[in-house]
């Protein structure tokens, strides 16, 4: 079993974080940095020196802000990355293909259409 | 075996309750527009939701295999971000198999081309060509703003 962490929400945790673990993504030691100050305070303040990871080397691959966002804290990620907006460098063409299909009459068959006397 | 029909980046996959696929947003760039001195990590993510769709045909037979699409993407240096994404492969006789594959964040920390790429295993080996295609991230730096109001000489 892992638990997530409710500072920097790193989801694999070994145990519980109370009782003096220590979470090794963000370092705090849960009874002792969470008295002094609220989960909120530290994840700003791991924030706040670029979100490294602590104890050992990260799992492969780690990126903390995808760890944030994943857990639904996107909005802490710093405004500078999310100042980015998709585009497309695709040249468009517009076309109506009306003449797909349709049967090309002469004017020996044409349809005979009855009209009124 | 399966064969692609399309494979797309997009902002957002709309799937109706009968299954018809609506994709908002096809793009092919990301532009980050920042003051000038800002740095941005290499660890770096915009925290933009997006997805790569793809759509297959299968052969006969293939509903009874067990098909994983992988999906990667590569740093414009070729170094992989994030996990590669693994998903099973629905797959019934004479359907399309669509894949939506989400994605919370895209990678910002170097400009360039970010390859994004897609292939098929079976039994944990790779059994089809990667499909593969690019999604430029610009980074457009603007003039850092100043603090001091200007004086305009008389």
Request: charged share 15%; glycine share 6%; aromatic share 12%.
């Amino acid at each position: 079993m892992s638990y997530r962490c409710p500072v920097c929400m790193f989801p694999s945790l070994l145990y519980p974080p109370t009782n003096y673990h220590i979470c090794p993504c963000c370092s705090t030691e849960f009874g002792n940095d969470d008295a002094d100050f609220s989960h909120q305070q530290l994840r700003e303040m791991w924030i706040g020196n670029r979100a490294p990871w602590f104890f050992g080397n990260p799992p492969a691959h780690w990126n903390p802000w995808m760890q944030l966002m994943q857990a639904g804290l996107a909005s802490y990620v710093p405004k500078e990355f999310r100042a980015a907006s998709f585009q497309s460098s695709a040249v468009l063409r517009q076309s109506v293909a009306g003449n797909i299909n349709l049967p090309n009459y002469s004017n020996q068959n044409l349809p005979q259409i009855p009209v009124a006397a | 075996m399966l064969k692609p029909y399309v494979c797309v980046a997009c902002e957002k996959v709309i799937i109706a309750q009968d299954g018809v696929a609506s994709l908002i947003a096809l793009f092919s760039k990301i532009i980050l527009t920042i003051p000038a001195g800002t740095e941005i990590p290499r660890d770096a993510v915009a925290p933009k939701e997006w997805a790569v769709f793809s759509i297959w045909d299968p052969e006969p037979g293939d509903d009874l295999r067990k098909f994983f699409l992988c999906t990667q993407i590569l740093y414009p240096d070729e170094t992989q971000f994030g996990q590669i994404a693994k998903s099973k492969f629905n797959i019934e006789p004479n359907k399309r198999s669509q894949m939506n594959m989400q994605i919370q964040g895209f990678p910002i920390g170097q400009a360039g081309e970010y390859k994004i790429r897609s292939w098929i295993e079976e039994n944990d080996k790779k059994i089809s060509d990667p499909i593969q295609f690019g999604i430029e991230v610009i980074m457009n730096f603007t003039a850092a703003p100043t603090g001091a109001s200007t004086v305009t000489p008389p």
